[in-house]
């Protein structure tokens, strides 16, 4: 999937990681078109650093492992360490969201998140769980805002799971959110955030939602 | 398929930067080429991880010399970043919340850090114009868009309208009958600023139908099954309804100068600016689609953006505290 130059490029990006992350891959037997790209996409990620590890999950086979996970489309990635942070990507992540994929990468691997301190104390603050799904297409560069934002908030707080979905493989999702605009970040499948939003009206709008 | 690859650089907020480059479209991004190659300590602040600003929403730009084929906004908007990046231009994703102009060392205020410089570029250009009618802001992003190559594929032959007559109602159009079986082009006359080479693309369109002389009065979305539009005529008031599936709104740009406001001289909200580019205040300029000028396109914002640089060298040479 990756052709050389990007794939020195991302060994370059990925040489900052620290600490091994795991990716989890809920596929199928039969794969379906894009869990099969996205199982090559992991796959050319792994030669591209050592601190990665994939662990392909046939969805049928492993049914309390999905359910675990909350995993309910595929393809889904989880993205750990030791650890499950919250961090779910449904659907490929290609074109501007490969950029969120590598982010995430980094996050967990380093452990360096970029909120502010008012955001820290109100995930400190809460304990209900907050839910995050983040819809995208691979073409919005308004889109990997969104989902980096709400993947920080995932690895900051065990309360926090966010979810990617790449929604031009989804259209029954669309139809059932009601979303033909993306970014939009669902919290909690009632509320939402229109568009690229900046942190303190993302925060506002999930203490809305609570 | 592609792999873009943007990152946030880990900048230091105790360096006091020769230049801060406010916002990271074409403008900016040249302005940051020239201004690492001439070796100022620069840093770029853009709110989104994603640089190239509204290139990055445009399909193919075919009038930026260079490319005899037409080549995609987002790649060309991709390659002036690793561009930049090659040379050195540290970009961080940050939203700017407030900008200190005034004295000899400037400051930019971020949720994150407090950003100086001893000079700044504002390169934050413009963002769609509203509509202003009732159910805008209602059903945006359920049936309401301003950005086609986010939400295009929403539309698989489905009917769409898009309003407006300058270059990006009639390219985006172009774009969205890909997917769409049928596009209505409402305009409020039937004088077109659109290139003279895309209005004839566009009517040798078949899935686009040109509706001038309508205005967009009200959207009303509320019954998915039925989405509709009320127009009216611009010659004779006479009302209507057009059955639609969604509505583009491309009508032009608002500059983004909110920040700036009673810091700096503007003029209907644009900034400002001398032949240097530089602004009514020292050691402050401005690049691209922000400034108050003639043409807003990414070959001029080139321009601005290596003027720019060119000059805030020759100050930042002369620079004492």
């Known amino acids: 999937m990756l052709d050389d130059q990007i794939k020195q490029e991302v060994t370059k990006i990925l040489a900052n990681m620290v600490k091994p992350v795991t990716l989890k891959l809920f596929t199928q037997g039969m794969e379906c078109g894009y869990c099969k790209e996205t199982h090559e996409l992991m796959n050319d990620l792994l030669t591209t650093t050592d601190k990665l590890k994939l662990e392909v999950l046939d969805f049928e086979k492993n049914e309390a492992e999905a359910k675990k996970y909350g995993v309910e489309e595929l393809p889904t990635i989880v993205v750990m360490d030791e650890q499950d942070r919250g961090i779910r990507f449904t659907g490929i992540p290609a074109g501007y969201e490969f950029s969120s994929l590598l982010n995430s990468l980094l996050m967990v691997s380093t452990g360096v998140v970029k909120l502010t301190p008012e955001t820290k104390a109100f995930l400190d603050y809460v304990k209900q769980p907050i839910h995050l799904k983040v819809f995208v297409t691979p073409t919005c560069p308004y889109c990997p805002q969104a989902v980096i934002l709400a993947h920080q908030m995932a690895f900051y707080s065990a309360n926090v799971t966010a979810e990617m979905i790449e929604l031009s493989e989804f259209p029954h999702l669309a139809v059932k959110y009601g979303v033909q605009g993306v970014p939009r970040t669902v919290i909690n499948e009632k509320w939402f955030q229109e568009g690229a939003a900046p942190e303190d009206m993302l925060v506002e709008k999930i203490k809305e939602a609570l | ?321």
């Open chain 2, 1 to 321: 398929m592609d792999f873009n690859l943007s990152f946030t650089a880990n900048a230091d907020p105790n360096e006091l930067y020769d230049l801060i480059i406010i916002g990271g479209g074409p403008a900016g991004l040249t302005a940051g080429l020239y201004a690492a190659r001439y070796k100022l300590k620069t840093l770029m602040i853009e709110k989104l991880p994603v640089s190239g600003g509204q290139l990055t929403s445009t399909e193919w730009v075919e009038n930026y010399p260079g490319f005899p084929e037409p080549v995609l906004g987002q790649k060309l908007a991709a390659d002036m970043e690793k561009q930049a990046k090659q040379f050195g231009l540290q970009i961080i994703n940050e939203t700017v919340t407030e900008a200190e102009l005034a004295g000899k060392i400037k400051q930019v205020h971020t949720p994150y850090e407090v950003w100086k410089a001893k000079t700044i570029l504002i390169s934050t250009g413009s963002s769609p114009r509203k509509l202003n009618i009732p159910g805008e802001a209602e059903f945006k992003g359920n049936g309401v868009s301003y950005c086609a190559t986010c939400d295009g594929p929403f539309y698989p032959e489905k009917t769409i309208a898009v309003v407006g007559g300058g270059n990006t109602a009639f390219e985006e159009s172009l774009f969205l009958a890909k997917y769409a079986a049928k596009i209505h082009l409402i305009h409020r006359s039937d004088e077109f600023r659109a290139d003279k080479i895309l209005q004839e693309r566009v009517r040798a369109n078949p899935k686009i139908e040109l509706m001038p002389f309508f205005a967009v009065e009200k959207i009303d979305f509320t019954n998915p099954e039925g989405r509709k539009l009320m127009l009216k005529s611009t010659r004779n008031d006479e009302q209507s309804v057009l059955p639609v599936d969604g509505i583009f709104i491309f009508i032009g740009n608002d500059p983004n100068t909110k920040l700036f406001e009673g810091q700096l001289e503007l003029e209907n909200g644009y900034i400002v600016t001398e032949r240097s580019h530089e602004t009514s205040v020292d050691g402050v300029w401005a690049a691209g689609d922000v400034q108050s000028k003639s043409l807003r396109q990414v070959a001029t914002a080139v321009g601005d953006g290596a003027c720019a640089a060119f000059r805030i060298n020759r100050y930042i040479e002369n620079w004492s505290e």
